[in-house]
């Protein structure tokens, strides 16, 4: 009996996880105006509500916007950071390797008031640019230490190999390096993409009307007027996200180590 | 960082290093610390240049009863998010099957799930309308007592959401743990839970670390769920910051408890540091 009870505590932990998401697809369904659960009635109309509703459309494709910019970005940032730092070295190595952590270091709020008190006089507060940025150096540090680690694990072997035959640097890195890392990369990008969908804090405060996503929106609907779209969006994005982890769990097998 | 290899095959030149880092450096230094001294500044300047903002905060009771009562919600939920993660990630961690699958899976789905739709969850289950209050009414037990817009909600709902972090933290470092160790154990005589607590939980000892560090600098300035869920009468740090900008437009003083909340976090976090080196923290 005894040999049981970490997988009956391991069961609960997991139905707590998961559970109280699922009370979101019923509420999306519901006829009620406010939070009510059970549901007195069931209908599509507040699905019909989101897809004609200009305000959660907008801020829908102001996500998607901001999380692909932020992810290019962050990328393009972090991808030559992580060579610089695994394969030379340099001086004041060490304080750089600090100083690239520091954004997920500092709490949300703090980040998001220095944002806006710096993107303000410069005239980004509220816009697509302004949101790409904030968010882009918020992801960098993930992206740098995803990557990092796959090419901690990549065997120089393969390069060396490759240049004995007569391949020239680029070739090879084009060929050999990139293909080997793609997998490292792929999630480093994944995760800049849905750190900056999900992120709610930066955005309730410098991402105003025009640049709003859907974190933010939700968050303020929510404080404001309970709109019952929040469950409609919910769900959607609950339901993609699970479709995702899904995905990943058939396509690739268990990776060997993390 | 591992020791430098492959020497000799691309130039050990540091200006090629420079290169490669300086468009993530510059980035976060221009677009992240500078930004970060300007709320430093601004919490010395606005609306003039005086510490003031410090000493209010520092002496005013209020004040220090909102950091007693952060530090002490974030130690809760940082043991609660512990009581649950470590069997979940154990059972993940020491099985092959399908069960583990599913448990990762489910850790998976709610970690990449947006922390306003979790919070939003809560705010159903725990409403006057919600299924508790309706489970009361069914069995006749009469209203239910107020949970939503109280401490207990603003916990329970945060312990939930960081719940995957200390779980994925702890999965890293016991995923690390060599099975043939507890078998060694076990055929030496130790009784299963024996083998557990002589072999296993030591070794898991660094995720336990990562975890709690994890969850409790996440919570110290966590923003939207104990805004949504909890009440002004027993307020954390960001729900203070977050009423002075609001309700007050007091941008300086909120600026000086934002410095005072980020001085916490570098504090707990340099400690850290010091003992295992902060790139560990993130697995």
């Not at chain 1, 995702?244 to 180590?257: D, H, N, T």
């Not at chain 2, 923003?223 to 203070?240: A, F, R, W």
């Not at chain 2, 570098?266 to 993130?282: K, Q, S």
Request: one cysteine or more; charged letters at 10%; glycine letters at 8%.
């Amino acid at each position: 009996m005894v040999r049981y009870v970490p997988l009956v505590l391991a069961l609960l932990a997991a139905i707590f996880l998961v559970a109280p998401m699922a009370i979101i697809v019923p509420m999306s369904f519901s006829k009620a105006i406010s939070f009510e659960f059970p549901p007195p009635g069931y209908w599509t109309g507040y699905y019909a509500q989101y897809f004609s509703s200009h305000s959660w459309l907008e801020a829908t494709a102001n996500s998607f916007i901001i999380a692909s910019g932020s992810m290019a970005l962050t990328l393009i940032a972090a991808l030559p950071a992580a060579f610089g730092f695994v394969r030379h070295r340099f001086y004041g190595k060490s304080v750089l390797n600090l100083v690239m952590l520091v954004p997920i270091i500092v709490p949300a709020v703090v980040s998001a008031l220095g944002y806006y008190s710096f993107l303000s006089p410069l005239r980004l507060v509220g816009t697509h640019a302004g949101m790409i940025l904030a968010h882009s150096v918020l992801s960098i540090p993930v992206a740098f230490l995803v990557i990092t680690a796959a090419l901690k694990g990549f065997d120089r072997n393969l390069e060396r190999a490759a240049m004995s035959a007569g391949a020239g640097p680029l070739r090879t890195f084009l060929w050999v390096t990139m293909p080997v890392l793609r997998p490292g990369i792929l999630i480093g990008a994944l995760f800049a993409f849905l750190h900056s969908f999900n992120e709610a804090v930066v955005a309730i405060f410098i991402a105003g009307r025009d640049a709003s996503t859907l974190p933010k929106k939700m968050f303020e609907s929510i404080r404001l007027e309970s709109d019952p779209v929040i469950a409609v969006v919910s769900t959607l994005l609950t339901g993609a996200v699970l479709l995702g982890v899904l995905l990943s769990l058939f396509v690739r097998k268990r990776p060997a180590s993390r | 960082m591992p020791a430098f290899r492959g020497a000799g095959l691309i130039s050990r030149d540091s200006l090629t290093a420079w290169l490669l880092v300086a468009p993530a450096v510059v980035c976060v230094v221009v677009l992240f610390i500078v930004p970060i001294g300007y709320v430093l500044l601004l919490s010395v300047t606005d609306p003039t240049v005086s510490l003031d903002h410090y000493r209010r905060f520092f002496t005013v009771p209020l004040y220090a009863n909102v950091m007693v009562n952060t530090f002490r919600t974030s130690l809760i939920v940082t043991l609660a998010c512990l009581a649950l993660g470590y069997p979940l990630a154990y059972v993940m961690a020491r099985r092959d099957d399908a069960l583990a699958v599913i448990l990762l899976a489910a850790v998976g789905l709610s970690f990449w799930t947006g922390f306003v739709v979790r919070t939003y969850a809560w705010l159903i289950i725990l409403g006057n309308k919600g299924p508790v209050a309706a489970t009361y009414a069914f069995a006749g037990w009469g209203s239910p007592p107020q949970l939503l817009f109280t401490s207990f909600s603003s916990t329970l709902g945060m312990t939930h959401v960081l719940l995957p972090y200390m779980v994925l933290a702890l999965y890293g470092v016991m995923r690390k743990i060599d099975p043939s160790y507890m078998r060694a154990a076990e055929s030496l005589g130790a009784r299963p839970f024996g083998a557990f607590r002589l072999v296993f939980l030591p070794l898991s000892l660094a995720g336990v670390v990562n975890g709690c560090v994890l969850v409790f600098t996440m919570c110290l300035g966590f923003y939207v769920t104990p805004i949504l869920l909890g009440t002004p009468k027993d307020m954390m740090i960001s729900q203070l910051i977050s009423q002075q900008i609001e309700d007050l437009l007091a941008w300086g003083f909120a600026s000086a408890i934002a410095v005072v909340l980020l001085a916490c976090t570098l504090v707990l976090l340099g400690i850290y540091n010091r003992f295992a080196g902060l790139d560990r923290l993130w697995g």
